[in-house]
């Protein structure tokens, strides 16, 4: 596990010949110095974070002068770094000692570096950082006033009080928390990766249970995954609308969330809890819940309130006392039911069914959904207060994750493979180009699916190829759809609502007999892809598949079965002479998939 990175532009540290000045701040702080060895020979356990350093000066003739471009070359060395990770912190000193020895003269640096790089970054998204993506953090021994004054920016960036270097254990203490603090709140920092420091300057990971980690280190997800942690810094339980397409890892960012909101009430030292909570994530899924008894089951309920309420239980908001209640498929909820969410959150309070007695809510509550819940808000189905009230947080798709999709199937293969205990993967060049470049329409999930398969179908090979990934792809459904509308949907509407005549069939019947063909190879097209092994696959399953559908074939067999028998009806041709037709149309539109399979047989053995 690899320690999250900091990069420190200052004019005194950052000079090369300072190694005594370095190993005594990084040693104080709690931090591995890039003079402290091969970062792998010691626990990364004892570390906050790993700290790289920057003068951001040229010396020439003996004067020192600040140079903008080249403190902006260190910061872009890791933008990110080959690993994937990205600075989690940017630390620039605002005072810089430039002139010659003999008349030397301090100028706000800082400051003009930190508009160069809003400059350099600026963004438009969402972020309450501002409009800089990169984390800045300003160090000044002077007055958080006065350096406001002088630090004018439109990023919000956080201040802490410069560690002078003066042994005393207290001052390089306090500066250590609070750079710890920091960087749990807005660093960039990969899951798996975060650290504290506690009140006795200790560092330890947040504490987390065994289970999958939110993987990948692009700046779309660390960002989210930012957003999410300073969310929980509040004087009170947060409340999240949190938004994510379909497959896209929800409930993982929802126990993110739990997780994180449990570690954040001690860190921030918030151990006034109400009650005996267990600090439990308690889950809802608000689409299996009728709409009339919603209600009962967040708030719970008094003995007699309602026909069979023969005792009084608990709802769900008691039971995630002190933990979270995470209510999911919020967007297909009643108006009433969200009107009733809504005096929930504004008032803190709520009453059992049938009781008279407030109850204060002492639990952090996560709406999730995969609908524009903006959009319904202007549609006026969604409570518009009640949208304000929530913080709202979006889970970035796969698509808008660069180069996580590779790293994420690298992971999957190797939790199959080991599962299955069969042959260690490679990925081909090829194989990773197509998995970073392919859109991923069912996110996660889907990348999942398609590595389980790819693993099945190369048991005994170590191998995986873009073909592999190209066949697991086609299996999962997405590709097909994708690659069936527009054109086949046009033709099946067509052949769903022809009508026949005697008269018609001379002029129709080439029409008609191309339309065969074509939904012969979109057939052949669909089992093939459904074979679990594509090569081996024979034309005449194809041939008894469309004369012959099963329960389990697709509706468009279906379709198929019944136009042949209204043309053999209608027309009077045997069943015999239909299926030679369609032996010899699948005879020539089959050949160029045939050629494909064989090919990749030959190239097998």
Not at 2 to 18: E, R, Y
Not at 35 to 59: C, M, N, R, T, Y
Request: with cysteine.
């Amino acid at each position: 596990m690899s320690l999250p990175k900091i990069l420190i532009i200052d004019d005194v540290l950052g000079q090369p010949d300072n190694v005594l000045g370095r190993e005594r701040f990084c040693k104080a702080l709690g931090l591995k110095g890039p003079d402290s060895g091969d970062i792998d020979k010691a626990p990364s356990k004892l570390f906050l974070a790993e700290v790289q350093f920057e003068s951001g000066q040229l010396l020439s003739s003996g004067y020192v002068e600040n140079s903008t471009k080249k403190a902006l070359a260190a910061i872009e060395r890791g933008w990110p770094f080959p690993d994937g990770s990205r600075w989690a912190l940017v630390c620039v000193d605002l005072e810089f000692v430039v002139g010659s020895s003999d008349k030397p003269s301090t100028e706000f640096f800082g400051a003009e570096l930190l508009r160069a790089i809003e400059d350099r970054w600026r963004t438009h998204s969402a972020d309450s950082l501002g409009s800089c993506e990169v984390p800045v953090v300003m160090l000044s021994s002077h007055d958080p006033t006065f350096v406001e004054r002088r630090v004018k920016t439109e990023t919000n960036v956080a201040f802490l009080e410069k560690w002078k270097g003066d042994g005393d254990s207290s001052t390089s203490m306090k500066f250590r928390i609070e750079l710890g603090k920091v960087l749990f709140k807005i660093g960039l920092v990969a899951d798996g990766e975060l650290r504290h420091i506690d009140s006795e300057g200790v560092v330890t990971m947040i504490d987390r249970l065994p289970r999958p980690e939110i993987f990948g280190r692009s700046l779309s997800l660390l960002s989210a995954l930012r957003e999410a942690r300073k969310s929980l810094l509040r004087e009170r339980d947060v409340r999240v609308l949190l938004v994510a397409e379909r497959g896209s890892g929800k409930e993982l960012f929802v126990q993110y969330l739990h997780d994180h909101a449990m570690a954040a009430r001690s860190y921030v030292d918030r151990t006034k809890m109400q009650g005996n909570g267990k600090r439990e994530l308690v889950p809802l899924n608000l689409q299996e819940v009728s709409e009339s008894l919603i209600e009962s089951r967040l708030k719970g309920a008094v003995r007699g309130a309602y026909t069979g309420a023969d005792r009084d239980f608990d709802g769900c908001l008691e039971v995630a006392k002190g933990g979270t209640l995470h209510l999911d498929e919020i967007g297909n909820l009643g108006f009433a039911s969200l009107q009733m969410l809504l005096r929930i959150v504004e008032s803190e309070t709520y009453k059992r069914v049938g009781d008279t007695k407030d109850r204060v809510i002492n639990c952090q509550i996560v709406m999730t959904t995969n609908k524009d819940v903006a959009g319904m808000v202007g549609k006026g189905t969604f409570p518009d207060d009640l949208f304000d009230r929530l913080a709202k947080l979006t889970v970035p798709p796969l698509r808008a994750r660069a180069d996580d999709a590779i790293l994420i199937f690298e992971r999957f293969v190797l939790s199959q493979t080991k599962m299955l205990a069969c042959r260690e993967k490679a990925i081909s060049s090829r194989a990773r180009r197509r998995v970073n470049e392919y859109e991923w329409p069912g996110n996660v999930r889907q990348l999942r699916a398609v590595s389980e398969q790819v693993v099945a179908d190369r048991e005994y090979t170590g191998l995986i190829d873009v073909r592999d990934i190209d066949a697991a792809i086609l299996r999962t459904g997405a590709e097909l759809q994708k690659r069936w509308t527009g054109r086949y949907e046009e033709l099946l509407t067509a052949i769903r609502e022809y009508s026949f005549s005697s008269e018609e069939v001379k002029s129709a019947w080439p029409r008609l007999q191309n339309a065969i063909g074509v939904l012969a190879s979109n057939m052949l097209t669909r089992a093939v892809a459904d074979s679990s092994r594509p090569r081996n696959f024979k034309r005449v399953d194809c041939v008894n598949r469309i004369a012959n559908p099963s329960d389990e074939c697709d509706w468009e067999s279906k379709t198929c079965e019944r136009w042949l028998q209204k043309m053999q009806d209608e027309f009077g041709l045997s069943g015999a002479a239909f299926d030679e037709l369609m032996r010899k149309e699948l005879k020539s539109l089959a050949k160029p998939a045939d050629k494909e399979i064989d090919r990749s047989d030959i190239s097998d053995s």
